[in-house]
């Protein structure tokens, strides 16, 4: 039977391409998204991660149609990027709430029913900066860093229940986020001299939901081309 998939802003960038790779493989794939239509062919559901009652809606939905989550993709995120000096409080909060908090609200709604099956994936989507750091992104990085810490502790929590939990830490990837930066200033750092496309996350995240990650948990997977080698 086919496993149930949430992945949270799946409606463009890397998580549509998530999404796109986990329903090639066969699973039922659902995404949420705020606002304009869901992505053709996948099962949308509207959810602004910020809300717990959105939250709750989104997984009553999901559950009806496809079944309790089975793969929980922690994608959506944002960034609101400025040095520290000008960073105002809710620069800050808005953007733990939205990376950090909202992968908090996701997960904890999405455990209690992989308890009662006994088994699930969580993969959480950070980010090189959450190791290495990024002048003008300590709300970002900060967000970023605090996956690692959540995910790991989830790991240690629910291994003995058959839940694996991982961390993919991209670099750079050619998405609406990434669109108006220096592509020349940021290639200069990358080993392999490109930026991935979504679709090379895709594929790393296909692999940690599948039966091959069966012993795979509480990692950190870059997927950076080099740029934070191993950290
Ligand atoms: P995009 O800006 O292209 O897409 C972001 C997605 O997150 C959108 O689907 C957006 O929904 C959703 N989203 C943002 N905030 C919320 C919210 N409060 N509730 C629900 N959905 C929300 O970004 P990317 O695809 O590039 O990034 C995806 C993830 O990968 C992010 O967590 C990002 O931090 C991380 N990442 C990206 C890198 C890159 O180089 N691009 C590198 C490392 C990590 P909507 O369309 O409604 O706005």
Redesign the pocket.
């Given at each position: 039977m086919a496993r149930s998939v949430l992945v949270?802003?799946?409606?463009?960038?890397?998580?549509l391409a998530i999404a796109r790779e986990l329903a090639a493989a066969g699973d039922a794939v659902a995404v949420?998204?705020?606002?304009g239509e869901p992505p053709e062919g996948l099962f949308g559901v509207r959810?602004?991660?910020?809300s717990m009652d959105d939250v709750e809606a989104a997984f009553e939905k999901v559950e009806a149609e496809q079944g309790p989550v089975e793969v929980l993709v922690a994608?959506?995120?944002?960034?609101k990027d400025t040095l520290l000096a000008m960073m105002k409080e809710d620069t800050f909060t808005d953007v733990i709430d939205?990376?950090l908090t909202?992968a908090y609200r996701v997960a904890k709604r999405a455990i209690r029913p992989m308890m009662k099956l006994k088994r699930g994936r969580v993969i959480l989507?950070?980010?090189?900066v959450a190791l290495l750091g990024s002048a003008g992104q300590t709300n970002y990085a900060a967000s970023?860093a605090g996956l690692i810490g959540f995910g790991r502790s989830m790991a240690r929590e629910y291994g003995s229940r058959g839940i694996t939990v991982n961390v993919v830490a991209?670099?750079?990837?050619q998405?609406?986020?990434?669109a108006g930066l220096d592509e020349e200033a940021i290639i200069k750092n990358i080993p392999l001299g490109r930026q991935a496309s979504?679709g090379e996350v895709a594929r790393v995240v296909r692999f940690l939901a599948s039966d091959d990650a069966s012993y795979i948990t509480g990692a950190v997977i870059p997927v950076d081309g080099g740029l934070g080698m191993g950290h």
């Open positions: 949270t802003g799946g409606n463009r960038g890397i998580g949420t998204y705020r606002s959810c602004d991660v910020t994608n959506a995120g944002i960034t939205a990376n909202g989507v950070s980010s090189v970023k991209p670099g750079f990837v998405t609406d986020m990434t979504p």
